[in-house]
């Protein structure tokens, strides 16, 4: 199963650090992405790693401000947010699955990701 941590309340501008941690699989072997759902919107991708090209995609709304990464030894993905606004409040799910579509498309497509974490809560307020 997955797991994610590192959630929490901040203020904006601030960062944190979430983990996507496998149990009872090898992480490399899968693409691994991050989503999020904020109270009454659709859980949307915002950022998903490939495999062995390490390729990577971003949503526009976090770009530059995010990144996506592996820490093979640890079979650990992070997601690592930077100038967090407001309105990256949400509850953040990471999940995996065999890399058989570009990051983009899965990215796009949740529905091709069939293993998912719980979630953890971000809330970014002053």
């Known amino acids: 199963h997955l797991a994610e941590t590192g959630g929490g309340l901040v203020q904006p501008g601030e960062s944190l650090r979430l983990s996507c941690a496998a149990h009872?699989?090898?992480?490399?072997?899968?693409?691994v992405g991050w989503f999020r759902q904020a109270p009454g919107k659709e859980r949307e991708g915002v950022s998903c790693?490939?495999?062995?090209?390490?390729?990577?995609y971003y949503a526009d709304s976090v770009k530059g401000r995010f990144t996506i990464s592996r820490d093979n030894a640890k079979n650990t993905v992070y997601l690592q947010m930077n100038s967090l606004k407001p309105e990256d409040s949400a509850v953040y799910f990471c999940?995996?699955?065999?890399?058989?579509?570009?990051?983009?498309?899965?990215?796009?497509?949740?529905?091709?990701?069939?293993?998912w974490g719980q979630g953890t809560q971000v809330t970014v307020s002053s």
């Open positions: 790693i490939s495999t062995s090209d390490g390729s990577t």
């Open positions: 999940a995996a699955d065999f890399p058989l579509w570009t990051v983009q498309t899965m990215c796009i497509k949740e529905e091709l990701f069939g293993s």
């Open positions: 009872g699989f090898t992480l490399r072997h899968y693409a």
